[in-house]
């Protein structure tokens, strides 16, 4: 019998790398730890999945695109999505439910896009609606629609490189050779680790016009050709030049789209067909039923989806007596019957992820599709050369056939013809195999003639191609072809129209009479308001304030603007300037709470002039959380109006900002740590008392004690206090970076 080895004899471990083969216990900085363990991941999840790439596609989309090409389903009759869904498994091992709601959304019968990819056949649900579920894998059938012949037009031809898939054992392109600028057509989001994207799409006729103009003239005005996005569930976008200025030049903003609607006078009701991307028939139900027992609105009797086979419609019965305009407009107001779309522009290049402005987009997609035609003229160019070296061989023996005839009929062995005519004419193998397995009935004198012409043309062949291989002008001309058939084949009207003068709901009659002049306001920290005009000012600048106050807010406005004041109730006051009377430096001020007739005790947290609603307000609570409300969910009617429920009521605010425009903030907590995030990855929402969404992670009793813009504070070193994914904890508060003492604006 063996004998049994004691543990000392056994097999000894000595791997420094991995944890728990030591008695001794490891230390590694959280750096070396992140490098290790957490980058990997991240790339990866933003590398191979949830960024798009130039081609318009995430790798799940391109893999399930690539399987049913390659299941022969562009000509094909239509097979179970199951079958489809189990091929594609070969080159995504991430499950059959992931590959199934990836061919949903590619789906036509889903119609989350504008030129669906996926021809379907059975129930896949609908965009629109979050609780109109699909049906099961076995039960659908699919095949691909027929632009799908413009991803793989050239795919067999070298365009696009081939990899490895995750196994090895088979191959997948690593971009669809797209004839027209599908990144910019197919809408597109995904969340990846510490970034995002989010692309909307264009009209497929806009954009093939857009990129041929670019082509030929890069200083090409966008907006002029590319009017404004086109959404796959229509409605009406609000066109706003200088914001859509700025998603085209930058690739981030955010542009508002809201419902269509039609009124039935014999029954007095309201029929949406139409409503924004960005929400659901369901979310909009849920909205309107709060409002209406809220008593916020009265003039609706009954709302019921009545959704059917011919398509979206919620239909609203008025209470006799109603303005159907009026409630529209409430409704677009205080509901998500008006959204914002946000823009976030990131798309791989190269394998590292930009965020790009439309320019740039177009930049490097005919820099792409170029050298894609080009790959596909060279691949076209070496067959004709291919084939031209085996005619050249041919033609030499063919003037002499007789000695060829001559040298077979005197090689004793099979395996010398080869050789033999190598040395006999000077050519090389290929040559001599192609020569040898010609037949009998073809060395007549017409076959002869006819090669010997073949090669002249081949060569005059290659010679042009060889010129539209080296001339970049060529290569354009070729791509604008290609759009310009693209656009006749499959180009199709706007389904979102635009609206470009939208008149607001304010009442703006009043005003005729109000001076308007500059002036100077400064909000204390106890609530005392100065309106200043700029001689008062400069007559005497030195503020006086009531002892234990100071300085909280200042602006520069107009006496006609109006003032939004939110207090610690989650209540918003609405009023103008020009009812508070001018001021001098040296008075205390209106105090607002008396001003404004706010209940006892209430005390004045922040304010703004909201000038136009243009913008957003973002809020940063006491909890972590950071919430960005569309500034026009605060508009109203009337000169003066208290707005409850201004803000949610689930932590104290710690600080307010009014953003015109994207900037980075520093969030310190009580526990001495500091963390930085840009607001771009914040989406504004419509509801004014969202949460928001979690951006500082913190322990148990501790708090957001400060909110402060980066610019504004003394961070010297701030890669290490920025976030790279949300929420986190942030980092310890360096000595170097607390710099002087910093007043919160909530102090």
């Not at 999945?49 to 000509?75: N, W």
């Not at 008006?338 to 320019?359: E, H, K, T, W, Y």
Request: proline share 4%; with cysteine.
């Amino acid at each position: 019998m063996a004998k049994k080895k004691t543990p000392q004899e056994g097999k000894k471990f000595d791997n420094p790398n991995v944890m728990g083969l030591h008695a001794e216990v490891l230390e590694q900085p959280i750096t070396e730890t992140l490098e290790l363990n957490y980058m990997p991941y991240a790339m990866s999840v933003i590398v191979s999945r949830a960024i798009p790439e130039i081609d318009g596609f995430k790798p799940s989309h391109r893999k399930l695109l690539y399987t049913m090409y390659d299941m022969g389903l562009l000509t094909k009759a239509r097979t179970k999505s199951a079958n489809v869904v189990g091929a594609t498994m070969k080159l995504n091992p991430h499950g059959d439910a992931a590959i199934y709601d990836t061919m949903v959304r590619l789906s036509r019968g889903y119609g989350a896009l504008l030129h669906p990819f996926v021809d379907s056949k059975g129930n896949f649900g609908k965009v629109y609606s979050r609780d109109m579920a699909w049906a099961a894998s076995r039960y659908t059938e699919v095949k691909l629609d027929t632009i799908c012949g413009e991803l793989f037009r050239d795919i067999d031809q070298d365009t696009v490189d081939f990899v490895d898939n995750y196994d090895g054992k088979l191959k997948e392109p690593a971009l669809l050779p797209t004839t027209f600028p599908n990144v910019l057509v197919s809408a597109n989001q995904g969340i990846a680790v510490g970034m995002a994207s989010n692309l909307c799409g264009f009209n497929l006729g806009e954009v093939c016009d857009t990129t041929i103009a670019f082509l030929k003239n890069p200083d090409h005005d966008i907006l002029s050709t590319l009017k404004a996005p086109d959404l796959p569930t229509g409605g009406e976008l609000i066109y706003d030049a200088a914001a859509l200025g700025e998603i085209y030049r930058t690739g981030r903003g955010s542009f508002k789209v809201r419902a269509k609607w039609r009124y039935l006078k014999s029954e007095n009701l309201i029929e949406v067909y139409e409503i924004p991307y960005s929400t659901t028939s369901e979310a909009i139900m849920d909205k309107v039923s709060e409002l209406v027992k809220a008593g916020k609105i009265k003039e609706i009797a009954d709302m019921r989806d009545e959704t059917d086979l011919t398509g979206l419609k919620l239909a609203i019965d008025l209470k006799r007596g109603t303005d159907p305009d009026k409630l529209m407009s409430k409704l677009f107001r205080m509901t998500p019957l008006m959204d914002s779309q946000s823009c976030n522009f990131n798309v791989l290049i190269a394998g590292m992820p930009r965020v790009m402005g439309v320019r740039e987009i177009l930049e490097e997609w005919t820099a792409w599709r170029a050298d894609s035609v080009r790959r596909r003229v060279y691949f076209n160019m070496k067959k004709k050369q291919d084939k031209l070296h085996l005619l050249q061989g041919l033609r030499r023996i063919l003037l002499d056939i007789d000695r060829a005839i001559q040298i077979i009929r005197e090689t004793e062995e099979d395996a010398e013809v080869v050789p033999n005519l190598m040395i006999g004419f000077e050519i090389d193998q290929v040559q001599a195999e192609y020569v040898a397995d010609i037949r009998l009935r073809n060395i007549n004198k017409e076959y002869i003639l006819k090669r010997t012409q073949e090669v002249d043309s081949l060569e005059a062949e290659i010679e042009d191609l060889q010129a539209t291989v080296n001339d970049p002008k060529r290569i354009r001309k070729i791509i604008i072809g290609e759009l310009t058939e693209v656009k006749k084949k499959y180009a199709v009207p706007r389904r979102t129209d635009i609206l470009y003068e939208y008149e607001t709901e304010n009442a703006q009659g009043e005003e005729d009479d109000t001076p308007d002049y500059p002036v100077h306001l400064f909000l204390s920290r106890e609530g005392y308001l100065k309106k200043i005009t700029p001689q008062s000012l400069r007559m005497a600048s030195d503020q006086k304030y009531k002892e234990g106050d100071g300085p909280f807010l200042y602006w520069e406005g107009s006496n006609r603007d109006e003032l939004l004041v939110f207090t610690d109730r989650q209540q918003c006051y609405k009023t103008r300037l020009s009812e508070f009377d001018d001021s001098k430096a040296s008075v205390l001020g209106d105090y607002l709470p008396t001003k404004l007739g706010m209940e006892g005790e209430e005390r004045v947290l922040w304010a703004c002039i909201p000038g136009d609603y243009s913008g957003q307000l973002l809020f940063c609570f006491e909890n972590g959380k950071a919430a960005r409300v569309e500034l026009s969910a605060y508009q109203t009617q009337t000169r003066r109006k208290k707005l409850t429920g201004a803000y949610s009521d689930k932590s104290p605010l710690a600080a307010a900002f009014l953003l015109r425009e994207e900037l980075e903030l520093a969030l310190y907590s009580s526990d001495g740590r500091c963390m930085v995030f840009h607001t771009a990855v914040l989406a504004p929402k419509t509801t004014r008392t969202t949460q928001g969404v979690n951006v500082m992670a913190l322990k148990p009793k501790r708090t957001v004690t400060q909110v402060l813009p980066l610019a504004e504070t003394a961070i010297v070193n701030t890669a290490r206090y920025r976030a790279r994914s949300l929420p986190v904890a942030g980092a310890i508060l360096r000595e170097e970076d607390r710099g002087e003492k910093q007043l919160s604006l909530l102090e």
